[in-house]
């Protein structure tokens, strides 16, 4: 499959990803016609027949299912280039078991109930403990740190997967709620939640756009890097705290979404080549795209109760990815 | 111009290079020959600056290594290191452009002038056609020529390769070397590692003759080269043959003979 050039394919993403948005803002159990919607976001201070719909219940999700599978896509995308490894996602440092964690804990001790900012609040702090504690322990390990990274998140993850279990285990009344959250969903979304991913996660994903040039040398080798030029620990390091910032922020507002943040920079790479620029600032908008088509099939797929949006993602998903995979011949070694 | 005074490095308490010191002037090949195990990588790692030396100092142009920042020594430094197939298909171009990223800033793309650097590069090397191509499915000794354009493009005054030539058929080898010698003539410095003494005796200008981390032999080939330094360095017999000139021509190893 010969590569599409990287402006070409941005542009077609930034198309792609605002077509998703204002259509998906008029799906749901009141249809509002496209003519309908366009009125109502150009004139966000009169109050039409769709006002309440649209600015009150859809936008703030459909906006917070964006950012999130921005986020997701861009970190996956920056930490199996950073770690040289295909099989890397947003959570393979153990970010989400640490959130899963803290989730758990405000869910089992009725925080969760007290107030709606404490479930997220103490999920971005396990995923932010957990962050740190990953660089620390990789940081005084011997060997390589980049594989040491993974494996001290991989051993984190299982351990914190335990507690969770255990917890689950011991509090039978709150398993459906934990287990809920576990999998996924944006029907708790804010107009808070999406401010505050829009000032701290979009100018991470920025700097990871602009920066992504010099995960190219890392995905060759780090020999390669540091003769580039490239101090390798240090850009690691960094890409990997901003990579796990939106990544944490993304898992405290919307539970644990699998695919997108593995899949999606497989699909945009296919199509466009490993440059790092091009496949994060691509990934933020399919990423981004991708997510709103999945929740918007979640909320409208059952009146009665919507389906966890992580089923959604990998049910669509994982057949376009291994179509794309058989038509591309060498794509992986 | 490399400097290199009572260079020391160790690693898990283990001494990998004891007290090196040699110079190479502008326009030199030196060859850093010895067995497996014996430092050779090891040393090339500590003088593009990838492994902290634990004492002595590396002179760049003078200047001690540790003065220059990292992109300021890539601009100088290129690095060819050794040969291994990347796990994402970057194509043959995307690899020899990132020899540019030393010269652009953050937000600064590829100029006509870098294109016309990288194009120049692909063309010295015989990797022009292979441009579109990914990586991935090309062959060990094109790959090799690949990086060694990347090295090109980087426009550095001195080019480090580890093990150039190795795992390559003879004909991709002479191709290297070839390629190498053209460097050397446009005024490059060329430090390389490398297993094969033949060779080293017919390209380099200057060889480093290195055991157990320590410098047995440096100089020119004659001077380093004799049956003394390989039963020394490599533990095996061997025949120097010379040519009409009577000048060092080959080594030629004699059989074990423990069968």
């Not at chain 2, 260079?7 to 067995?35: C, Q, W």
Request: aromatic residues 10%; neutral net charge.
């Amino acid at each position: 499959m010969k590569k599409m050039g990287g402006i070409k394919f941005i542009s077609i993403s930034v198309i792609f990803f605002i077509l998703v948005i204002i259509f998906s803002v008029g799906i749901g159990p009141v249809q509002i016609p496209f003519f309908d919607i366009l009125k109502e976001l150009l004139n966000p201070y009169e109050s039409g027949p769709y006002h309440i719909i649209i600015w009150e219940l859809r936008l703030p999700r459909i906006l917070l299912a964006s950012l999130v599978g921005a986020s997701l896509a861009v970190s996956g995308a920056v930490m199996q280039g950073i770690f040289r490894n295909p099989l890397s996602d947003p959570y393979i440092t153990g970010t989400a078991s640490g959130a899963a964690l803290g989730a758990t804990f405000a869910i089992i001790i009725g925080l969760s109930a007290l107030n709606m900012y404490f479930l997220p609040l103490l999920a971005f702090l396990g995923a932010a403990g957990t962050t740190v504690l990953v660089a620390i322990i990789a940081t005084y390990s011997s060997g390589p740190k980049s594989e040491n990274m993974l494996l001290a998140g991989l051993g984190i993850s299982i351990f914190f997967s335990a507690i969770v279990s255990y917890l689950m285990y011991l509090n039978g009344k709150d398993l459906q709620t934990v287990f809920y959250w576990l999998m996924g969903s944006f029907s708790g979304a804010q107009w808070d939640f999406v401010y505050i991913m829009i000032i701290f996660a979009v100018p991470a994903m920025i700097v990871l756009a602009l920066f992504g040039r010099d995960i190219d040398p890392i995905m060759i080798g780090e020999e390669h890097a540091y003769s580039l030029g490239i101090d390798v620990k240090e850009s690691r390091l960094m890409f990997f705290i901003l990579s796990s910032l939106i990544t944490g922020l993304s898992v405290a507002f919307s539970g644990i979404i699998g695919f997108v943040g593995l899949i999606i920079p497989h699909i945009v790479r296919i199509i466009t080549g490993p440059n790092n620029r091009v496949v994060i600032l691509s990934s933020i908008f399919i990423g981004g795209g991708y997510m709103v088509i999945a929740d918007t099939i979640a909320r409208s797929f059952n009146i009665i109760e919507e389906l966890p949006v992580g089923i959604i993602t990998s049910l669509i998903g994982v057949p376009v990815f291994l179509y794309l995979l058989m038509r591309e011949k060498g794509y992986w070694r | 111009m490399i400097e290199i005074n009572d260079l020391v490095f160790s690693y898990n308490r283990n001494l990998i290079l004891n007290k090196i010191s040699f110079k190479v002037e502008d326009a030199e090949i030196l060859g850093i020959l010895g067995p497996n195990g014996s430092g050779k990588t090891t040393l090339l790692n500590v003088i593009n600056g990838i492994l902290k030396k634990d004492g002595g100092e590396i002179l760049i142009k003078g200047k001690k290594i540790e003065k220059y920042s990292r992109k300021e020594l890539a601009r100088i430094m290129g690095v060819v290191p050794q040969d291994m197939v990347p796990a994402f298909d970057f194509s043959v171009f995307e690899i020899v452009s990132m020899g540019r990223y030393p010269h652009l800033g953050i937000m600064e793309p590829l100029s006509t002038k870098d294109e016309k650097i990288i194009f120049d590069a692909l063309k010295k090397t015989g990797t022009f056609d292979l441009k579109n191509k990914s990586i991935t499915e090309i062959s060990g000794g094109e790959r090799q020529r690949v990086f060694i354009a990347r090295a090109i493009a980087q426009d550095p005054e001195m080019i480090l390769l580890d093990e150039p030539t190795s795992n390559l058929d003879i004909r991709y080898q002479i191709e290297i070397l070839e390629i190498i010698e053209q460097m050397r003539s446009r005024g490059k410095t060329i430090l390389m590692s490398m297993h094969d003494v033949n060779l080293a005796i017919r390209y380099c200008t200057k060889i480093a003759l290195i055991h157990n981390g320590e410098i047995l032999a440096f100089g020119e080939p004659e001077e380093v080269i004799n049956e003394n330094s390989i039963e020394i360095a490599y533990g095996i017999k061997g025949k120097i043959v010379r040519n009409g000139g009577n000048k060092i021509a080959y080594i030629l190893p004699e059989k074990f003979n423990r069968f």
